[in-house]
């Protein structure tokens, strides 16, 4: 029997080992395991920092190209002389508005266009001025309604060609 109970402690022994060296090789893996994936996560961190700072020190050394734009000067078309009589409540004094008004065009190619729908603008410019009530007119807020308005509706004539601006040469009311 002391063979087999020889045999009996190599094989204990041999467990032993295997499962201390199962044991030990586990911690070792995960260890290193760990190490792997935080030293992987440094170097994308440094790696990430130091390009992008490359990046916005390199790309603002390029100097800007520079492109001469063409400035197209403003084309001007003077719109008749408009009189009309302002809304007035009961009982009071007619009053009047006088108004020459300058059309600011974008370029020379929309003359043609205004020019032809040209009584279809005065129609809305002498259809909203008689509506208008003369504390419509008071003040700088007042007239730039008013010039505001009058573009939206020049522009809706012309359509669908549009101006820059409705410009007054002058406004007197009476």
């Given amino acids: 029997m002391a063979p087999k109970a020889k045999?009996?402690?190599a094989e204990a022994a041999d467990a032993d080992l295997e499962e201390?060296?199962?044991g030990e090789s586990k911690p070792k893996r995960k260890f290193s395991l760990k190490l792997m994936i935080i030293a992987g996560a440094a170097a994308l961190v440094v790696l990430g920092g130091g390009g992008t700072a490359a990046y916005f020190m390199f790309a603002g050394s390029k100097e800007?190209?520079?492109v001469a734009v063409a400035v197209k000067p403003a084309v001007f078309i003077d719109v008749p002389e408009v009189l009309v009589n302002?809304?007035?409540?009961?009982g009071d004094r007619a009053q009047y508005l006088k108004v020459k008004i300058v059309l600011e065009l974008p370029d020379a190619t929309l003359t043609p266009q205004v020019?032809?729908?040209m009584p279809r603008v005065m129609d809305a410019f002498q259809t909203y001025l008689r509506e208008l009530r003369p504390t419509d007119l008071d003040g700088s807020a007042g007239?730039?309604?008013l010039k505001e308005e009058l573009t939206?509706?020049?522009?809706?004539?012309?359509?669908?060609g549009r101006i820059n601006a409705v410009l007054f040469k002058e406004?007197?009311?009476?």
């Avoid at 939206?152 to 669908?160: F, M, W, Y």
């Avoid at 406004?171 to 009476?174: A, D, G, R, S, T």
């Fill in 20 to 22: 201390g060296a199962e």
């Fill in 115 to 117: 020019q032809t729908v």
């Fill in 171 to 174: 406004i007197v009311v009476q």
């Fill in 64 to 66: 800007p190209k520079t």
């Fill in 86 to 90: 302002l809304a007035t409540t009961s």
């Fill in 143 to 145: 007239l730039y309604r």
């Fill in 7 to 9: 045999q009996v402690e």
């Fill in 152 to 160: 939206r509706r020049v522009n809706a004539a012309i359509a669908p």
